[in-house]
């Protein structure tokens, strides 16, 4: 047989092999996603509708700045994120309404006045000069600010680093500690906040409990700190799902405690008192 013609026919050969092993390979099949896994129209919106949480630096920086910049960040979780300590409709209306209403409120309150170009920090280090729009809504809005940082879906457990260390040797053991917050909560009548606190001057832990919206920046404050761990007992943040059943809240509250969070704001500390002398 001619040279050509044997080269042609083993190249056809091996071409026609190759085609038919290509063929009978198996083909994964493709998986159309379930309802669950798709995401819908309004999940979108809503992802859009997500915080990023703040690093320390950031944290100071953010209260450091003029209060006209002041931005309503989003939620760094979504609504239902903490159930079942706290279900998804409580969270989108205590986000949502109460707390950007705060904002909006102290954004209008401060507007055309010399406190536009104030930080936040200062307004409360002078809190009883201002009115009560100013005090309710800037109190308002910081504190919810930290409340929801210092919320995570994947919270609970004991804080670690410095921050235990400071705890063990502020309140004997972290249950001494929980107990004690907890009770801070409970015992304050009507609506307000419990609070975890470094001191301004001596850089203790303390813990504390404010009425309505203030909190231990204010110069109104029993005791004034810079606080790193806030808990809301105004009902609005837990009546849909405990009612009258404060204590309860109180309780599942700590299964969600953003520690990483709350240490970071701990370590900041020392940045943000030097920040607030300026």
Do not use: C
Not at 127 to 154: C, E, K, M, T
Not at 168 to 183: A, I, M, Q, R, V
Request: hydrophobic share 35%.
């Amino acid at each position: 047989m001619n040279l050509k013609l044997m080269l042609s026919a083993s190249l056809l050969m091996a071409a026609f092999t190759a085609f038919s092993q290509s063929e009978t390979k198996e083909k994964k099949p493709r998986v159309k996603p379930t309802r669950s896994q798709s995401t819908s129209a309004s999940d979108r919106v809503n992802q859009r509708d997500r915080p990023h949480p703040l690093k320390p630096a950031r944290f100071i920086s953010e209260w450091m700045t003029p209060s006209s910049e002041l931005k309503f960040n989003n939620l760094p979780y979504a609504y239902n994120a903490l159930e079942p300590v706290i279900d998804s409709k409580t969270v989108e209306i205590h986000y949502d309404k109460h707390h950007r209403g705060y904002y909006n409120n102290f954004m209008a309150a401060v507007k055309g006045t010399e406190l536009e170009k104030m930080p936040i920090s200062r307004i409360f280090a002078n809190i009883s000069s201002h009115s009560s729009a100013v005090r309710n809504n800037a109190g308002g809005f910081f504190n919810h600010v930290l409340y929801w940082q210092n919320l995570s879906p994947d919270g609970g457990g004991e804080p670690s680093g410095e921050l235990g260390k400071a705890i063990n040797s502020t309140f004997g053991d972290f249950k001494t500690f929980s107990e004690k917050f907890s009770e801070a909560g409970k015992s304050r009548f009507g609506s307000g906040w419990a609070w975890l606190a470094i001191d301004l001057n001596t850089g203790e832990l303390f813990i504390t409990s404010t009425a309505n919206q203030d909190n231990p920046l204010m110069n109104t404050a029993e005791r004034r700190g810079i606080p790193i761990l806030a808990l809301d007992v105004w009902e609005h943040a837990y009546y849909l799902n405990y009612q009258n059943k404060r204590a309860d809240y109180i309780t599942a509250f700590w299964k969600k405690v953003n520690w990483p969070d709350v240490e970071a704001k701990y370590n900041g500390y020392k940045d943000m008192r030097e920040e607030m002398k300026k």
